[in-house]
């Protein structure tokens, strides 16, 4: 039986030396339901402002704003001076101590793996740190990375060996997301002023707690934003989810096996309206749409779909308020060697995801609803055959996982 199988991920950042040739923020945060990762509540509001810098691309799109984050806080804990301000600020990282933001971190890191050994899905975070063979990084920032993310210093050649050094990191990137990121570092990314990359990898297999039944996919029309329609798989199912309408749009939880981590689906009631919905897509609103979802029958048709994303984020990252960081003259990394040389070159991320119908013999069981009785109401009928918003969340930790847009099913590239 085939499994709904969502995302594999990866953030690098790489740390260079030098060759010798702000917007409107948006206020609150998601409720942190599991006491001890306030954490979180940085993250999501971060996730929701960098997607807001992104979404101007056309398409679909998919990215781990948690991945992204992750990568980043092991970058910080080697910033100082007007740096770490900078990225604390963009971060939301500045609403703790930098030890208490490491280590809760960890802690979420340690919590997620945790509940993906218990055989209800697959969840994996991963980090490694690729430094330069002899270089001489600090015992303190080490042993930071080490403790709070797990992350191992594996030593390479960039000076003399740069290729087989971005083919080392590939290797490990296509284990941890189980081949689905492929190439991720490109020839000539790295060269031979590379001291550091840091690397986090996300991967995630999950099983819908209510199957689709493959029987019940029909092909049906999708209506992209310019009007055209593209004939799509769309499945079919009704069953009891968390729903809610609220303004112009509906949303819809959609649980994984153990109702640990949950697909929540905001879709617009009117065919053109994403742009609408993007634009009002905060920490307020979300918290908002998310807080008291109903249980209740509802005839869902969702698109099979499957996509890959890729980005380029150093300069919507200096762009939001952390331009120091990719500057070779005004970069303070002193955290990592107890020098000024280090500077960001390039923040890469990619991402992969496939949903489908399948479901697993637990979700069967699961999926037999209460019988509905003459007096309920009709069911409402989400039907997600235009442009919407989705995101995977961790239920027990409030935590945005894995967020996206779908403009085309169709469609397989961003």
């Known amino acids: 039986m085939k499994t709904v199988k969502i995302a594999g991920l990866i953030t690098i950042l790489l740390i260079t030396i030098p060759s010798c040739t702000a917007d409107d923020k948006n206020t609150g945060a998601l409720p942190v339901i599991l006491t001890g990762f306030p954490v979180v509540a940085g993250n999501n509001k971060f996730a929701l402002e960098l997607y807001s810098k992104i979404n101007e691309k056309q398409g679909n799109l998919f990215l781990s704003p948690y991945s992204i984050s992750t990568a980043l806080a092991m970058t910080y804990a080697g910033a100082k001076s007007e740096t770490e301000k900078q990225m604390a600020d963009t971060l939301c990282f500045s609403t703790m101590s930098s030890e208490q933001l490491h280590e809760e971190f960890g802690s979420l890191i340690r919590k997620l793996n945790a509940a993906g050994e218990k055989g209800g899905y697959e969840l994996v975070v991963a980090n490694a740190i690729w430094g330069q063979k002899g270089y001489n990084f ?51 990314m790295l060269d031979s002023t590379t001291r550091l ?46 729903y809610k309408e ?8 959609m649980p994984y096996v153990n109702n640990d981590l949950s697909m929540v689906v905001l879709l617009p009631k009117k065919l053109d309206g994403i742009s609408e919905l993007e634009k ?16 209740r029958k509802v005839q869902v048709f969702f698109p099979r779909f499957k996509m890959t994303s890729e980005f380029e984020l150093a300069r ?32 890469v991320h ?40 989705f995101l995977i969340r961790d239920n027990k930790s409030g935590s945005i996982l894995f967020l996206g847009r779908v403009a085309n099913p169709a469609s397989k590239d961003n």
């Open 280 to 295: 009002d897509l905060n920490n307020d609103n979300l918290a908002r749409w998310i807080d008291d979802l109903r249980k």
């Open 350 to 389: 990619k991402a992969y995801v496939d949903v489908n119908e399948e479901g697993t013999e637990a979700a069967a069981a699961t999926g037999v609803g209460v019988i509905a009785t003459s007096i309920e109401s009709p069911p409402p009928v989400f039907r997600a055959d235009h442009p919407f918003i």
């Open 246 to 253: 609220v303004n112009n749009i509906q949303v819809l939880e």
């Open 138 to 188: 600090l015992p303190e920032f080490l042993t930071l990375v080490k403790t709070n993310y797990d992350g191992n210093l594996e030593q390479v050649d960039f000076k003399t060996q740069a290729e087989a050094a971005r083919k080392t990191i590939n290797a490990w990137v296509e284990k941890k997301t189980k081949d689905k990121i492929k190439e991720l570092i490109k020839p000539k």
């Open 197 to 242: 990359v840091l690397t986090n990898a996300i991967y995630f297999k999950g099983k819908w707690a209510n199957q689709f039944m493959s029987v019940q996919t029909k092909d049906a029309p999708f209506t992209l934003l310019g009007g055209q329609k593209v004939n799509v798989p769309m499945m079919y199912q009704t069953e009891k989810f968390g």
């Open 316 to 347: 919507v990252l200096g762009a939001m308020g952390m331009p120091d960081a990719f500057s070779a003259e005004k970069a303070d990394f002193s955290g990592m060697n107890g020098n000024h040389e280090l500077s960001i070159s390039a923040v």
